[in-house]
């Protein structure tokens, strides 16, 4: 607050242009056009009454990382004095160097506050265990583990396939007091993807939600698996289903009973020890199973934490647990909230309810996907467009918000933010002062959008989960969008040529190359893939396409094999879904084609031009193929063909095409759009068809 707000005066001005713009926003007074100056008047008395000072950004905007010299022009963070000497971070203080450490030292710093919030269902308060009573009950629980045949140590493998809930913290928290592994299952693998992963890690115990998981598992289970640990319940006809498998069932609170009765001297992890095999979903064949040690992920929560600076999580915080703790994203999160005695509050498990779970816990911190973001803002502009006087205050209070980030000013508490954008904060809690963005690119006017609208701090970072999730991260100040920010303090990035594809180091283009401490172990069982990926200098090729900007951070501009990931991280291998297509007898050659701020894909489609004419003819259709080609039931003919190809064949449902665009005119070597070889050339097709591209995309909108 301000001196001013103590004067007399000011609270009844704050009042009074309150409900003026309250009522404008409710279309109150019609056009409202002498109103509409009057609040312009109102919004600047009330800025210049109450503008708060601009932060400093912690590095030069323009000069963002350091360059280091050489040849391969190599770029690392300006957060960590010694990266320039090629050192990188992998730990704040000596007394937290493991996931083990990190979570007791969180503990010490709360002085026992809340850690683990939970809510029974809508209209129910948060309830919570505090920290010694969650080491506790981890402790426990790992002595469960131990008495029911277990191994303590890093070759030990303890599987949980689980929605995020205090239990998965008390499972986690409980292997890494015995140096055990956990792995990860969840449900977008599939029953065969979670079976090869039990067996390839040879999982003999499966920490498991409930009954319709359980279930799944016994589907597939392969022989290794001895036990499952229910959090929940099973049913007698899984219980009678499992012990035909000869498979064991027990409950979680029995587990914690048997540790408690038993107790068994701890065997704390090493940092080089590893904490969690994570498999990744992959695009063809089966997951790879990521391993990452206890460095690894302190290593990358750390980093994050320097690079936030004062806006960093404390113990003050609140962070609201949505993201799959499957994913490295969500782990690094929850981790660094244990490490500074942050709480951590679960949602529901019901995504429909997320709104009511937001508004009863009230978080400070989140991390975030674009998907939420877009359709936060999808639902805010389907308002605002609804009225010319709401379009009109949103706009104006957009660009007042805009033009404070751009002078380094975050804050809620303007006039903007009590009167127009009051409704949106309140739908995140209304506390919200930082978010973590990650997993999938972000539309720059969505991004612009939600850090002017929140009024907290919003960060976007990339990272793979061979890098336990951050390479780099945008700094605070830096309003400019569409980009993911400079390196972090635990690793330095390079880009390296591609020559097939036209992009070069010296030209600031290139493959995201990543070393640090960060950096993965290699892939479980795999060690073709891991020679594939990780150099022999230890550089790991992310296959991503990066660009470096004048200041320092790094775009992210293509793929260096046709793979992407849909807006909702979902990752697309066009040439298998294009593959799967060809079989029909309608397509003659076909383009899928998709985008990473898209949550679809889509297809150019030549269509066979006997096989079209054909059926054309049956049914009483005439005309040259450009004709059929632009006739809706033969469009439908050949798509339905196509859907009914991909679902025998497969395809999940976000691998089908929503819409194709039939093309009379083959591709081939001499319009540009094959190869010598006769590969289409993708990048050529993108821009040849783009209108018909951008035009199916509007429709899908």
């Keep these: ?59 030069p905007l323009d000069r963002q990382s350091f360059l280091q010299p050489g040849t391969e022009m190599i770029r690392v963070s300006k957060f960590y004095k010694d990266s320039k000497e090629g050192k990188f971070v992998s730990c704040l203080s000596e007394d937290a160097k493991t996931l083990y450490e990190t979570f007791r030292k969180g503990a010490k710093l709360s002085n026992n506050g809340k850690c683990l919030g939970w809510r029974e269902g809508p209209g129910k308060p948060y309830q919570w265990l505090h920290y010694n009573e969650t080491l506790l009950r981890a402790r426990n629980f790992g002595c469960g583990l131990m008495a029911i045949g277990l191994q ?60 319709g998981k359980c279930n799944m598992l016994l589907e597939r289970a392969p022989r290794f698996l001895r036990r499952i640990i229910i959090i929940k319940d099973a049913s007698p006809a899984t219980r009678q289903r499992a012990k035909n498998r000869g498979i064991e069932i027990l409950r979680f609170d029995e587990i914690e009973k048997l540790g408690a009765s038993r107790s068994t001297a701890e065997v704390p992890p090493k940092p080089s020890d590893l904490c969690t095999i994570c498999y990744t979903s992959g695009t063809t064949g089966n997951p790879k199973g990521v391993m990452l040690s206890h460095e690894n992920v302190v290593a990358g929560v750390c980093s994050v934490m320097l690079q936030l600076g004062e806006h960093r999580p404390n113990g003050n915080d609140t962070m609201i647990s949505f993201l799959p703790l499957a994913h490295m994203l969500e782990r690094c999160c929850e981790n660094g909230m244990y490490l500074v005695g942050g709480a951590v509050g679960f949602y529901s498990g019901d995504i429909t309810r997320l709104a009511d779970d937001l508004k009863t816990l009230k978080p400070t911190v989140t991390p975030a996907v674009p998907r939420l973001l877009n359709r936060i803002y999808d639902k805010v502009m389907a308002e605002v467009n609804s009225s010319f006087i709401k379009k009109m205050l949103f706009n104006m209070g957009l660009n007042s918000k805009h033009k404070e980030l751009a002078k380094g000013i975050i804050r809620r508490d303007s006039f903007w933010d009590k009167t127009v954008f009051k409704k949106v904060q309140e739908s995140m809690g209304g506390r919200l002062r930082l978010m973590v963005v990650g997993s999938a690119p972000l539309a720059g006017n969505v991004l612009t959008f939600a850090r002017c609208a929140l009024g907290c701090l919003i960060v976007e970072g990339y990272g793979q989960t061979e890098c336990c999730a951050p390479i780099t991260l945008t700094v605070q100040g830096d309003h400019v969008p569409e980009h993911v920010g400079p390196p972090v303090a635990c690793c330095c990035v390079k880009l390296v040529d591609v020559p097939e594809m036209e992009y070069f180091a010296n030209m600031n283009q290139g493959e995201v190359c990543v070393k640090g401490t ?41 793929r260096k094999k046709h793979i992407f990931k849909l807006s909702q991280g979902e990752y697309i291998v066009p040439e298998k879904i294009e593959n799967i297509y060809i079989r029909s007898q309608y397509v003659h050659q076909v383009f899928v084609h998709g985008e990473s701020l898209k949550s679809c894909i889509i297809a150019i489609v030549v ?95």
């Design 518 to 558: 960060n950096v993965f172990q290699g892939y479980f069982k795999n060690q073709d893939q891991t020679a594939l990926t990780i150099d022999e200098l230890g550089w790991h090729h992310t296959g991503d396409i990066g660009q470096w900007q004048p200041n320092g951070t790094l775009k992210i501009i293509d």
């Design 152 to 211: 303590p140590g890093p070759n030990t493998f303890v599987g949980i396939y689980s929605q995020n809930c205090p239990e998965w913290i008390l499972v986690e928290q409980g292997a890494y007091c015995f140096s055990m592994v956990i792995v990860p299952l969840y449900d977008t693998l599939g029953p065969d993807a979670c079976s090869f992963i039990i067996a390839q890690a040879e999982i003999a115990v499966v920490i498991c939600e409930d009954d």
């Design 607 to 701: 269509p066979d031009v006997d096989v079209v004419k054909s059926w054309a003819l049956e049914n009483g259709i005439e005309g040259t193929l450009s004709v059929l080609c632009n006739h809706p039931e033969v469009k439908k003919l050949i798509m339905d063909d196509m859907i009914t190809w991909g679902k025998e064949s497969g395809l999940k449902s976000f691998e089908q095409v929503k819409d194709i665009y039939l093309h009379p005119d083959p591709f081939s070597i001499q319009n540009g759009l094959l190869t010598p070889t006769f590969k289409t050339k993708r990048p050529q097709l993108k821009a040849y068809f783009k209108p018909q591209l951008e035009d199916m995309y509007a429709k899908l909108t």
């Design 1 to 59: 607050m301000t001196v001013l707000e103590h004067t007399p005066i000011f609270p009844e001005f704050r009042r009074y242009f309150y409900m003026l713009l309250q009522l404008l926003m409710m279309d109150e007074w019609g056009a409202g056009t002498g109103v509409l100056v009057m609040a312009s008047v109102a919004a600047a008395t009330w800025y210049f009454l109450s503008r708060p000072k601009p932060e400093k950004p912690l590095v």
